[in-house]
């Protein structure tokens, strides 16, 4: 009998005819309504100069963009040659394949020009939702987790996982599945659970300081530095336990995946940040 578990969880939460709900979608909306809740309860300080009503047209700004910029990024990091094959693919969201950093990038893009259109300070804004944002962050790992996806690099630690869509080879059917799990043969490729520890640390670790952090008045650029800077480094650290992405491999080093490459910018642009916001003359 195998000593790890086995990831059989279905990705499909419910289906209808040819239309199915996906748990990792469903993440995406309780993410959003999570965010957009906290947003309004944050907005009751008047001095945060947002209200209600802002909170609800920065959603859905914030939707459009997290959802191109991750798509769009994802396509650019991970899957060049398939868009030089068919520009088209980018379009193929149904597919899979959503990029944190894209996204990143597709929200400052998207709350830039909302910035620009209610003629506020873009970093004023940034500083605001950067604390809604973890919320989201750890219900998508929990997603990825949920499809089997993302895993982490082999292990034996006694919470290892089995997921079926990482072993090579693949079985050849469900039977052959649970005859070579039970008979223990798989638990060589039991590998770290690795969406659960970024859904802890992006969800639980980085809301709880990111949230206590900005609970009181800090000054312009501080908020978005120290999220960049402590995203960075737990992402970074966590992708030593990630397996990385088979199209792509170490990108540069023999150890450093793109993941970690992204994280760099991060980790650096976070940093001066927040020099630069505690040493610029305060106003």
């Given at each position: 009998m195998s000593a790890f578990y086995l990831h059989q969880i279905d990705p499909i939460l419910a289906s209808l005819g040819s239309l199915h709900l996906h748990w990792y979608g469903l993440m995406y909306v309780l993410g959003a309504l999570g965010g957009e809740w906290l947003g309004k309860q944050r907005a009751k300080e008047l001095w945060r100069g947002m209200d209600a009503r802002a909170m609800e047209s920065i959603l859905i700004w914030a939707m459009v963009g997290v959802i191109a910029g991750g798509r769009i990024g994802y396509m650019f990091f991970y899957g060049w040659q398939e868009l030089v094959r068919n520009p088209l693919n980018v379009l193929k969201v149904w597919e899979g394949g959503m990029s944190f950093h894209g996204g990143l990038l597709g929200v400052m893009l998207a709350m830039f020009l909302w910035s620009r259109r209610t003629q506020r300070h873009v970093f004023d804004v940034y500083d605001f939702i950067i604390p809604l944002v973890p919320l989201g962050l750890g219900l998508g790992r929990l997603g990825n987790f949920i499809g089997g996806e993302l895993w982490g690099r082999v292990t034996q630690v006694p919470w290892a996982v089995i997921f079926p869509q990482a072993l090579s080879p693949q079985p050849a059917n469900q039977a052959d599945l649970l005859a070579q799990y039970q008979a223990g043969l798989l638990d060589v490729q039991a590998r770290h659970p690795s969406q659960l520890y970024q859904a802890f640390w992006e969800g639980v670790v980085l809301f709880a300081l990111i949230w206590w952090f900005s609970r009181?008045?800090?000054?312009?650029?501080?908020?978005?530095?120290?999220?960049?800077?402590?995203?960075?480094?737990?992402?970074?650290?966590?992708?030593?336990?990630?397996?990385?992405?088979?199209?792509?491999?170490?990108?540069?080093?023999?150890?450093?995946?793109?993941?970690q490459l992204l994280c760099l910018p991060m980790i650096f642009g976070g940093t001066g940040l927040l020099v630069y916001a505690y040493r610029r003359p305060q106003v």
């Open positions: 009181t008045q800090r000054p312009r650029y501080a908020v978005s530095g120290m999220f960049l800077l402590i995203y960075g480094i737990g992402r970074f650290a966590i992708e030593f336990l990630r397996e990385p992405d088979a199209q792509i491999g170490f990108i540069l080093l023999p150890w450093m995946s793109m993941g």
